[in-house]
């Protein structure tokens, strides 16, 4: 089942602006993790952030997590071309299993 | 890091005929794998959650008889496509958490013609 859900389902930006997509889910959860997706390829793990944790940096990549709200957003500051892709962000309940958002198309033009 | 190997990484194959796809935990063992769907532009969709050594679980309004899912042991499960139809053509992807982390496979796409 997915429970998440990103906004915007697409987002075009120039190079060097920065990037901001957001994730609301439904039910509680352990963690919530964010995924990139090149086209027609698997996901890579960005990063990984707990319930008890508010805010996670990884290098350009800042992730807020308000589970008040059961939201996140995953900000990419300083984008760049090779930023282009699906961003997904997935809820790990209990079980260990993930369930994925509708994810975000971005376009960062050069 | 670990490392979740998916085999074929595309597959082209005739309606009607079987199609299997492989997922590998590296250098992990894992219980518990799961496999995904994906059409174009899509999310991800959960299709069922393999199970070592027990009937793998699947997600409402997915066929078991269709998708048959083999998890003989700890560090590889199957998924297998029968009688394939172009509908069936899509991205799948398999998934293994170690620990807290889930590491995905490369993806198979597969086309059905």
New interface residues.
């Given amino acids: 089942?997915?429970q998440g859900e990103e906004d915007p389902q697409a987002l075009s930006i120039q190079e060097g602006e920065n990037a901001t997509m957001n994730c609301s889910y439904k039910t509680s959860i352990?963690?919530l993790?964010w995924?990139r997706q090149n086209s027609?390829?698997?996901?890579?793990?960005l990063i990984?952030i707990r319930s008890n944790e508010r805010e996670k940096h990884s290098g350009r990549l800042r992730v807020t997590l308000d589970t008040s709200k059961k939201s996140s957003s995953l900000l990419i500051t300083a984008s760049r071309a090779a930023d282009t892709a699906s961003y997904?962000c997935?809820t790990?309940n209990a079980g260990?299993?993930?369930?994925?958002?509708?994810?975000t198309?971005l376009m960062v033009k050069p | 890091g670990a490392v979740v190997s998916?085999h074929p990484s595309r597959v082209i194959c005739k309606s009607g005929t079987s199609v299997k796809i492989e997922c590998r935990s590296l250098d992990f063992q894992a219980t518990?794998m799961?496999w995904?769907r994906q059409f174009p532009?899509?999310?991800?969709?959960?299709m069922a959650?393999s199970n070592e050594g027990s009937k793998a679980t699947y997600?409402?309004g997915v066929e078991k008889d269709k998708f048959l899912i083999n998890h003989a042991s700890l560090t590889l499960s199957t998924l297998t496509v029968t009688s394939a139809h172009p509908e069936d053509s899509s991205?799948y992807?398999c998934?293994a958490?170690r620990l807290?982390?889930?590491?995905?496979?490369?993806?198979t796409?597969l086309t059905v013609v």
């Fill in positions: 089942s997915q352990n963690n993790q995924y027609g390829r698997g996901l890579v793990h990984l997904f997935a790990d260990n299993m993930l369930t994925f958002g509708g994810g198309r | 998916q518990t799961f995904y532009k899509q999310s991800l969709m959960l959650t997600e409402q991205f992807i998934s958490n807290t982390e889930a590491f995905f496979g490369q993806g796409r």
